[in-house]
């Protein structure tokens, strides 16, 4: 599955960073998600004092003037379809079968997101183990 996104088989390194600017409403999307790093993960939370991987990435938005749908497998469908080579600020980035996790894509290899129970919203590096459960990225603006 990886092969199709452009990354190989093995776990991706990170693509040299465009030089682009993300849209207006994916860069305040960004900031958004980041000032929430350090709250809790809570499943089914949509925030503001704590949240889930896919309801922090609406939420996000939502404050940006855009409204994107709550869960991961419905926000997978919105959008258009990302390469790993490809992605700008803003791009929500998923991971696992289904797919079951959602971040958004931060710049630098890095994404912003919810890990799971008992941790806090933080921002992390995409190569490596999550790297290696990419399934899939969408630009929602």
């Known amino acids: 599955m990886l ?4 990354i190989g088989s093995a776990a991706p390194a990170v693509a040299e960073e465009r030089v682009q600017q993300a849209s207006s409403v994916a860069g305040k999307a960004v900031q958004h998600a980041k000032s929430q ?4 993960y809570r499943y089914g939370a949509e ?21 994107i749908s709550r869960t991961t497998y419905t926000q997978f469908d919105q959008g258009r379809s990302v390469s790993w080579s490809n992605l700008e600020p803003g791009d929500l980035v998923f991971f696992y079968s289904g797919p079951s996790h959602v ?3 931060v710049g630098k290899g890095r994404m912003v997101h919810a890990p799971s129970s008992g ?4 921002t992390t590096r995409m ?4 790297g ?3 399934a899939g990225a969408r630009r929602v603006a």
């Open 37 to 40: 790093v350090g709250k809790p």
């Open 103 to 105: 971040g958004m894509y």
């Open 47 to 67: 925030g503001p004092g704590a949240f889930d991987c896919s309801g922090l990435v609406q939420y996000a938005y939502k404050k940006a003037g855009k409204n």
């Open 3 to 6: 092969a199709a996104f452009g």
């Open 132 to 134: 290696r459960h990419f």
């Open 127 to 130: 190569a490596g183990y999550y």
């Open 119 to 122: 941790k806090k919203i933080q």
